[in-house]
C-alpha cells in the first residue's frame, strides 16, 4: 500500500505555488513537510483533499487515480484543515453524527479512536464553548469517521496544551501501527518526532531533509 504524488503544479492569478511536487509514502509511515509560512503546505493538503484543484498532477493510492475518482478519494482520505470546520451552534456529539452512524459512533466512543482522543468528554458541549483543542481533537474525530489509511493534517498540534497533543500523538502512533499513511505540515516537534521522513517546501517543490532534532539546522534550511 502506497499512495503517489506526481508532477502536482498550481498558482493562483500569475504567482507559481506548486511547481511539480513529486513524492511517494509507503504504508505503515508519516512524512513531515516543512516550510516557511506560505511557502505552499497547506495548498498542497488541500489539493489532495479536494478542497481545491491542481493546475496539473497525478495523486493516487495503489494504482487508483484519486483525482479522477472523488468518491474514492473521499473514502480514503482523511482531512484536518488548520481551521476547525465545525457547527459551532451544535453540540460535540451532534456534528460527530454528521459523520458517524449511531452504531458506529458508540463503538468509537467506547472504545475506539474517539476514546483515545478524548473526545468522549465533552460530548454534550456547543462547539461554540469548546477550547481549541478540544475542538481540534473533535475535527480529527469526524475526519477518521470512515477510518481513512490516508491523513492530510494541516499543524493538527498548533497552539494545543501538552495533554492535547499527547492524544493526538498516540492517535498517529496508532495509525501507523495499522498501516495507515499520514502527512503532517508541521512547525511542531512532537510533530517532527512522529515522522518517519521530512521534506523542505521551497520554492513550490519538495526537498528530503535529514532531520536530527537539530533546530538551527533545520531553521537554516528553511
Not at 493538503?45 to 493516487?60: C, H, R, T, V, Y
Not at 463503538?107 to 475506539?112: E, K, M, P, R, W
Not at 477510518?147 to 500523538?169: F, G, T, V
Not at 502512533?173 to 523542505?200: N, P, R, V
Amino acid at each position: 500500500m502506497k499512495i503517489q504524488i506526481k508532477d502536482i503544479y498550481k498558482k493562483y492569478g500569475s504567482k507559481p505555488v506548486l511547481q511539480g511536487i513529486d513524492l511517494e509514502v509507503e504504508a505503515g509511515n508519516c512524512v513531515g513537510i516543512l516550510g516557511s509560512n506560505g511557502c505552499g503546505k497547506s495548498t498542497l493538503l488541500s489539493i489532495l483533499a479536494g478542497i481545491q484543484p491542481a493546475d496539473k498532477g497525478e495523486f493516487s493510492f495503489d494504482g487508483t487515480d484519486l483525482f479522477r475518482y472523488p468518491r474514492e478519494r473521499s473514502r480514503l482520505v482523511g482531512y484536518v484543515p488548520q481551521g476547525t470546520p465545525l457547527i459551532e451552534e451544535l453540540t460535540a456529539y451532534d456534528n460527530l453524527r454528521l459523520w458517524y452512524s449511531k452504531a458506529d459512533l458508540k463503538t468509537a466512543l467506547n472504545s475506539g479512536v474517539l476514546q483515545m482522543l478524548g473526545v468522549d468528554k465533552f460530548l454534550k458541549v456547543p462547539v461554540s464553548k469548546l477550547s481549541g483543542g478540544m475542538k481540534k481533537r473533535l475535527s480529527i474525530g469526524c475526519a477518521i469517521s470512515e477510518r481513512p489509511p490516508i491523513l492530510l493534517l494541516d499543524e493538527p498540534m498548533a497552539a494545543l496544551d501538552l495533554s492535547c497533543k499527547q492524544n493526538i500523538s498516540q492517535y498517529i502512533k496508532a495509525h501507523k501501527a495499522q498501516g495507515g499513511i499520514a502527512l503532517i505540515s508541521s512547525h511542531d516537534i512532537l510533530e517532527l518526532e512522529l515522522c518517519d521522513s521530512w521534506y523542505i517546501m521551497k520554492g513550490g517543490r519538495l526537498t528530503p531533509f535529514a532531520y536530527t532534532g537539530n533546530l538551527d539546522e533545520l531553521i537554516k534550511n528553511l
